[in-house]
């Protein structure tokens, strides 16, 4: 049984539609990777899952309950969890008030008490950072609390989009490492990531855009050895 069902999706931005009927599954404990080029639709899917954009025809399923009509603020309380593009953190607040922050749909203080010390063991880094203004971190370091905070809600499914971008190959290294703990232990994950080599190394399958529209699906270990994937994005 999918724990995310996506069938025949369609969404946009005003008279644009940018979503072509798209259709995809994830199952609990899987890590899931959409890959593509630039505008091919990659965020705008997740954007669309988490609410931030209105389908316009389409089911989108996460538990077997439908998200049709969801206010974007209340699809977290159902453990869904989105880490946009681009990070987004609150720059004038500490790197513990943020995370704090995303603990926000625990029942209790000490629920996100025992949230944090989980989210500070993952990305010992920000354990050093906790007082300082999240704005004076590197960009490796808002991103790893980007992710933090979705996690503080301890959702069931975290969806990213393009966690490594603009960071150096170090500090993605250091990203995956800690995804790769949180696949381990059973987080199901969602991935948009632009460095389809790494996103196919750590995903269970994929699924590839192209204009708003899957071309290609399968396990990841298969898509790495595709032809077209291998010619237009391993560069082979």
């Known amino acids: 049984m999918s724990l995310l069902l996506v069938e025949d999706l369609r969404a946009g931005y005003g008279s644009l539609e940018v979503l072509h009927g798209i259709s995809l599954s994830v199952q609990s404990g899987e890590a899931v990777t959409v890959l593509g080029p630039n ?8 954007r669309t899952i988490s609410g931030l954009v209105e389908a316009r025809t389409g089911q989108l399923k996460f538990e077997q309950e439908s998200l049709a009509g969801r206010q974007a603020h209340s699809i977290p309380l159902l453990g869904l969890a989105h ?7 609150f720059a004038q607040l500490s790197v513990q008030e943020n995370l704090m922050v995303g603990g926000t749909p625990l029942p209790s203080r000490a629920a996100r008490m025992d949230a944090l010390d989980e989210v500070l063991d993952l990305f010992p880094m920000l354990r050093d950072k906790a007082s300082a203004a999240a704005g004076s971190l590197s960009g490796g370091q808002q991103q790893m609390l980007a992710i933090g905070r979705a996690l503080m809600s301890r959702p069931k499914l975290v969806m990213l989009d393009e966690p490594s971008l603009g960071l150096a190959p170090v500090i993605v290294d250091e990203l995956y490492v800690a995804l790769g703990k949180l696949k381990l232990a059973g987080l199901t994950i969602l991935l948009v990531e632009q460095d389809v080599h790494t996103a196919l190394e750590f995903a269970d399958r994929a699924y590839v855009l192209e204009n708003g529209a899957i071309a290609l699906s399968g396990a990841a270990s298969a898509l790495r050895d595709d032809p077209h994937i291998r010619e237009l994005y391993l560069g082979l």
């Open 39 to 46: 505008g091919a639709g990659k965020s705008t899917l997740l």
């Open 83 to 89: 880490v946009p593009e681009a990070r987004h953190v």
